[in-house]
């Protein structure tokens, strides 16, 4: 697995690191003295505990489905124990968890290269950065030709920026004083769940930039096309409000790009709503508005917009008003409005994080995952001693 900071078509996140920690001896303890079953199934519970630990953060991490599920998995088994361990055996369970910055080696910002807090709590969220920087990371590499594919990157796309955002509110107060990596700073989360936002709207954008029944609606994919914009003008001003640094550039410049792109795309479709209403010297001041910034995008943006041909969408572009200014001047006489005399151009909010809901999230009740994991392990052991009876 690669942990190089780098940003293409979308960002991919890159994922936190850790080690091995022995959870054995001090679960075996807290757990022994809450549930009434034999120690044996205890022990068995833990060792797969920690087994799946392993599986889920210590080993490398592919970008798979089975990947995710093992996360998903430590998760659940990790909120459950969790909820199982009383206020006076905490004590006991002090393990020091201590995960790496995901966005740097060492150095690159003003903080630490690694944060080590005695709280499951700070695991669990470490744990929910992976599963958002991995579905992230899934949705990158999702094939967008087909109507599912689009589905299935805007649902990791808006789960990804809820769970940044769930970081985001969180983080401080079980850290405390001391000092964030840089992954976990508030402001780079936020950063994060717009940018995976964005990428969430794009993808709306482009499923209905697609679809012949609304592909006519140039209105509608103007106000879709705004809001993309809006929103990695977000990012790049959430970038702006953190530390300069080189290991984020080629997102920073992915969002800068972005937030142009749309921004012409927005034009260009409103620009066809004005002149198919007769407004033609507003279609013609939008394709004015237009033109020099295509033009530009075509040797900075073209790598993170590999679905559009910039090159081919400039030339449309000068044809078209070309044609209109033409039609104007001998016919129509229309007065070309100056840019700030423009209507705005409204924003249709389709993608939006989704809400994390800390009690009841991937599908589970946390509360008796752990009591009914120990009770099948319990059943199989009374039901081997029973064998051994008969036998």
Same mark, same amino acid.
């Given at each position: 697995?690669?942990? *190089?900071?780098?940003?293409?078509?979308?960002?991919? /996140?890159?994922?936190?690191?850790?080690?091995?920690?022995? &959870?054995?001896?001090?679960?075996?303890?807290?757990?022994?003295?809450?549930?009434?079953?034999?120690?044996?199934?205890? @022990?068995?519970?833990? +060792?797969?505990?920690?087994?799946?630990?392993?599986?889920? $953060? /210590?080993?490398?991490?592919?970008?798979?489905?089975?990947?995710?599920?093992?996360?998903?998995?430590?998760?659940?088994?990790? $909120?459950?124990?969790?909820?199982?361990?009383?206020? +006076?055996?905490?004590?006991?369970? @002090?393990?020091?968890?201590?995960?790496?910055?995901?966005?740097?080696?060492?150095? &690159?910002? +003003?903080?630490?290269?690694?944060?080590?807090?005695?709280?499951?709590?700070?695991?669990?969220?470490?744990?929910?950065?992976? #599963?958002?920087?991995?579905?992230?990371?899934?949705?990158?590499?999702?094939?967008?030709?087909?109507?599912?594919?689009? *589905?299935?990157?805007?649902?990791?796309?808006?789960?990804?920026?809820? #769970?940044?955002?769930?970081? *985001?509110?969180?983080?401080?107060?079980?850290?405390?004083?001391?000092?964030?990596?840089?992954?976990?700073?508030? #402001?780079?989360?936020?950063?994060?769940?717009?940018?995976?936002?964005?990428?969430?709207?794009?993808?709306?954008?482009?499923?209905?930039?697609?679809?012949?029944? &609304?592909?006519?609606? !140039?209105?509608?994919?103007?106000?879709?096309?705004?809001?993309?914009?809006?929103?990695?003008?977000? %990012?790049?001003?959430?970038?702006?409000?953190?530390?300069?640094?080189?290991?984020?550039?080629?997102?920073?410049?992915?969002?800068?790009?972005?937030?142009?792109?749309?921004?012409? +795309?927005?034009?260009?479709? !409103?620009?066809?709503? %004005?002149?198919?209403?007769?407004?033609?010297?507003?279609?013609?001041?939008?394709?004015?508005? $237009?033109?020099?910034?295509? *033009?530009?995008?075509?040797?900075?943006?073209?790598?993170?917009?590999?679905?559009?041909?910039?090159?081919?969408?400039?030339?449309?572009? /000068?044809?078209?008003?070309?044609?209109?200014?033409?039609?104007?001047?001998?016919?129509?006489?229309?007065?070309?409005?100056?840019?700030?005399? &423009?209507?705005?151009?409204?924003?249709? !909010?389709?993608?939006?994080?989704?809400?994390?809901?800390?009690?009841?999230?991937?599908?589970?009740?946390?509360?008796?995952?752990?009591?009914?994991?120990?009770?099948?392990?319990?059943?199989?052991?009374?039901?081997?001693?029973?064998?051994?009876?008969?036998?």
């Amino acid at each position: 697995m690669s942990y *190089k900071v780098n940003a293409g078509r979308f960002f991919s /996140v890159p994922l936190k690191r850790t080690k091995d920690k022995d &959870l054995i001896k001090p679960l075996e303890m807290v757990l022994s003295s809450t549930f009434d079953i034999t120690k044996e199934v205890i @022990k068995k519970y833990i +060792r797969d505990f920690d087994a799946l630990r392993k599986t889920a $953060v /210590v080993k490398p991490v592919s970008k798979s489905a089975s990947a995710m599920d093992s996360l998903y998995e430590y998760h659940d088994n990790l $909120v459950a124990v969790g909820k199982h361990i009383s206020p +006076r055996n905490r004590s006991y369970v @002090k393990n020091l968890f201590t995960w790496k910055d995901s966005l740097q080696k060492r150095g &690159l910002f +003003r903080t630490a290269s690694k944060l080590s807090v005695a709280d499951g709590e700070f695991e669990r969220l470490c744990i929910l950065y992976n #599963i958002a920087a991995l579905a992230s990371q899934i949705a990158s590499e999702v094939n967008l030709q087909t109507d599912e594919g689009l *589905k299935v990157v805007t649902k990791h796309f808006q789960e990804s920026a809820g #769970i940044f955002a769930h970081i *985001k509110d969180r983080i401080v107060s079980v850290v405390g004083d001391q000092q964030l990596t840089a992954d976990l700073t508030p #402001i780079i989360l936020k950063v994060l769940e717009l940018t995976m936002t964005a990428h969430a709207q794009e993808c709306i954008y482009l499923k209905a930039s697609s679809d012949p029944s &609304l592909s006519r609606k !140039q209105d509608m994919l103007a106000k879709v096309a705004s809001q993309a914009s809006f929103l990695y003008s977000e %990012a790049v001003n959430a970038f702006g409000e953190g530390q300069s640094n080189a290991s984020l550039g080629s997102v920073l410049k992915m969002c800068k790009a972005k937030k142009e792109v749309f921004e012409c +795309r927005a034009q260009i479709h !409103q620009a066809k709503v %004005a002149n198919s209403s007769h407004s033609y010297g507003e279609a013609i001041a939008r394709y004015r508005l $237009v033109e020099p910034t295509l *033009k530009n995008l075509i040797s900075c943006a073209s790598a993170f917009c590999p679905e559009i041909n910039l090159q081919q969408l400039h030339s449309t572009v /000068v044809a078209e008003k070309e044609a209109i200014e033409k039609d104007n001047n001998l016919i129509y006489h229309e007065s070309i409005p100056e840019v700030s005399a &423009l209507p705005p151009i409204g924003k249709a !909010q389709i993608a939006k994080a989704k809400v994390y809901n800390a009690d009841e999230y991937f599908g589970k009740n946390f509360t008796d995952v752990l009591s009914a994991e120990l009770n099948k392990l319990n059943e199989k052991e009374s039901s081997k001693q029973k064998d051994c009876v008969v036998s």
